[in-house]
């Protein structure tokens, strides 16, 4: 980074820092991910200076033709892993991706259905200060009050009731797996199209640790830096007969100028999920987290629903008498990052919720398996019960550190 450091001393300087923090703490967000040396080299690539509105073979700007060869691999690696009949590699970022697809889908008061945010959904999925909630008609679906599962009855109903015109599943904090096929059905039973939102569990779907929403759901968005660890950015994929409304939407529709940039990462991200190595790794995500879960029931942690079936769990830490403000701040003081999380039916506050979330992903992809999670649950455990103490969470720290020094991530 030697014309970086000469040009902008103090922007190198949080680089180095940056990567001090990530090697030497332990990353537990669950949408987060490390990416490889090759996706960073394609996402700081000359493909950055390109204007290429328009699609492979329509562009708007002369000069792109190898912008097409770069688009072209992406959309066709992920038409192929996914199964997806077609693929647009545009959108900026997840949000924009799902408002993309309601433009495309929907007129403005259509109404649209999703999960409650407050209860695992997306801001996108219909959230009153979103657009999705603004500009159309939002229903919200959420969990059962006793189980915190998803009542698919209640869903059936809700969906029989509020004829909406499209139905929202995929989450951002629910621990169980989606039932996509049933989600299709009822939204065909109300003559819904059917959509998946799988940020999350894009690349456990790959990795056949999630049951994937291909072939039959309509309209399928996903980011492509979470378990799918590749650049910020998005996908949407659908069946052929929303391709053209899709495309129209992103393009002029919402966006100007793709990211081919990130487009060229998004490529090579997909390529190294066609390695059987990236089966192993979401597998492996999978195991860790309910290794991770277990430890921490053991250690006297509730977890709604009781564990994990994906590479997320959300702790109920009202039994600690600490809420996830509190814990988050702790755990940061002690090496370790988590996001304070609303717990389903949550007596507090979003911005001091009762409670955590936290996932696998990132420490799987620095190669720590079984052993290390019981370890880490050790130490959550033990900041938690320290969270006044900063000389116990500055010792707690010093152990993150030796921990992560057999598995350094840049
Ligand atoms: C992360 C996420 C998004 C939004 O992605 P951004 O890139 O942050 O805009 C959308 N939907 C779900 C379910 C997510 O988890």
Do not use: W
């Amino acid at each position: 980074m030697e014309s970086l450091k000469q040009t902008d001393p103090e922007i190198h300087e949080a680089v180095l820092n940056e990567t001090n923090r990530i090697n030497e703490g332990l990353e537990l967000i669950p949408s987060e991910n490390f990416v490889s040396r090759a996706v960073m080299q394609a996402l700081g690539s000359i493909f950055n200076n390109k204007y290429s509105e328009g699609y492979p073979g329509k562009r708007y700007y002369g000069g792109n033709k190898y912008t097409d060869v770069v688009e072209n691999l992406a959309i066709e690696r992920a038409k192929k892993l996914f199964g997806a009949e077609h693929a647009n590699v545009q959108p900026y970022s997840g949000s924009p991706a799902n408002t993309a697809v309601y433009f495309a889908l929907l007129n403005f008061g259509d109404t649209l259905m999703g999960m409650n945010l407050a209860q695992g959904g997306h801001l996108t999925h219909g959230h009153p200060v979103n657009f999705s909630g603004r500009a159309y008609r939002p229903v919200q679906y959420g969990v059962d009050p006793q189980t915190h599962l998803i009542d698919y009855d209640a869903v059936r109903s809700l969906a029989e009731k509020e004829k909406p015109k499209i139905i929202i599943s995929g989450a951002t904090a629910y621990p169980r797996k989606f039932d996509f096929e049933e989600f299709h059905k009822i939204a065909q039973d109300v003559g819904a199209i059917s959509m998946a939102d799988i940020a999350h569990l894009a690349g456990l779907v790959i990795g056949d640790a999630h049951p994937s929403p291909f072939p039959f759901t309509d309209v399928v968005t996903t980011t492509t830096h979470k378990t799918l660890r590749g650049p910020r950015g998005a996908m949407i994929m659908c069946k052929k007969q929303f391709a053209e409304a899709i495309d129209k939407a992103v393009f002029p529709g919402l966006q100007g100028g793709p990211h081919e940039h990130r487009i060229a990462a998004t490529a090579v991200c997909l390529k190294e999920a066609m390695e059987p190595g990236f089966r192993d790794y979401a597998k492996q995500i999978v195991k860790n987290a309910k290794v991770m879960a277990e430890e921490l029931m053991g250690l006297g942690f509730k977890l709604i629903t009781d564990g994990t079936d994906n590479h997320l769990m959300l702790v109920d830490l009202r039994n600690k008498n600490i809420t996830g403000r509190e814990a988050e701040a702790a755990l940061d003081k002690a090496g370790i990052t988590v996001n304070k999380n609303m717990i389903p039916y949550d007596p507090r506050k979003p911005f001091d919720p009762s409670g955590i979330r936290l996932g696998t992903p990132a420490i799987t992809t620095r190669g720590m398996k079984e052993q290390e999670c019981r370890e880490i649950a050790g130490l959550i455990s033990k900041a938690v019960d320290n969270c006044k103490d900063d000389a116990a969470l500055e010792g707690i720290k010093g152990d993150v550190k030796e921990l992560c020094k057999g598995f350094p991530v840049y």
